[in-house]
Nanobody, 127 residues
């Protein structure tokens, strides 16, 4: 059984920073990607960033514009998302998810390829 747990969300003022963490556990055979998504009520979920497990390839959504940095710690089965210069429009629930593959895959995985999802962590940016 694969478990995915996000942490690190909270309330910050515009211009502030947060580091979101995604801890995952379970049996992995082959390759996988860890992705961060976000969703605002009433809007579609959008991909923020993702990283491949075996070679560290990364992908960022167009809106990121250098403010987000994804990193992995394979030894700890953890992926972090560092966010700088937070804006009110970054307010959302941030979800972590895993996409598993039996062979090398193209980045970024499509959203439907993500098999395992966490419960999400709320990020609120306001003054």
């Amino acid at each position: 059984q694969v478990h995915v747990v996000e942490s690190g969300g909270g309330s910050v003022q515009p211009g502030g920073s947060l580091r979101l963490s995604c801890a995952y556990s379970g049996l992995f055979l082959g390759y996988y990607a860890v992705g961060w998504f976000r969703q605002v009520p009433g809007k579609e979920r959008e991909v923020v960033s993702c990283i491949s497990s075996n070679d560290g390839r990364t992908y960022y959504g167009d809106f990121v514009k250098g403010r987000f940095t994804i990193s992995k710690d394979n030894a700890r089965n953890m992926v972090n998302l560092q966010i700088h210069n937070l804006r009110p429009e970054d307010t959302a629930v941030y979800f972590c998810a895993l996409a598993t593959f039996t062979e090398p895959f193209d980045m970024p995985p499509r959203e439907y390829m993500y098999d395992y999802w966490g419960q999400g962590t709320q990020v609120t940016v306001s003054s």
